[in-house]
């Protein structure tokens, strides 16, 4: 994403390092705002941003399939995830919404979180992670600052015993 923010000494984001990224991403799952944001991208000649990877849509609601890799699922977010998506796929990515973000977060689904903070406030909009019912644990592993002024920070998800266990090590040493 362009800004009109620069930092002098932050990182270029190449081209060549989104590909890459996106390249280990096996498929991508979203709740259906996200979807729809990115059909209404699509429809302005922006461009379809997940490529020919799988995409699971979750939702209750009926949506236009916008291609032959889009799936829609209504269920279980656990037993999909743990006995349909994790066999097939090593890398799977949740895009989007606080919605699905939060969801993931409460059942333990997600290994990794990144953030991206652009420098621009918004006064509204949905929570990064919509009704959590107890604090998490990260272990920061990456950040990273753009010349946009973009940060990205990259996050292990704790698995409580694990991070206190990590953060004793760490201390020792």
Known sequence: METSDHYETGETLSQESVAEFLQAIDCYVMGSRTYETAIGFESKGLGWAYGEKPV??????????????????????????????????????FVGGGTVAGECLRLGLADEIRYSVLPVLIGNGIAFFEG?????????????GYQSGIVALRYEVGRDANLSLKRENATAS
Do not use: C, M
């Open 132 to 144: 959590l019912n107890r604090d998490v644990a990260l272990h920061l592993v990456e950040v990273k």
């Open 56 to 93: 699971f849509v979750l939702t209750h609601r009926e949506l236009i399939r916008s291609r032959n890799t889009v799936e829609f699922y209504a269920g279980d977010l656990r037993l999909f995830v743990e006995e349909q998506l994790k066999p097939k796929f090593r890398n799977i990515w």
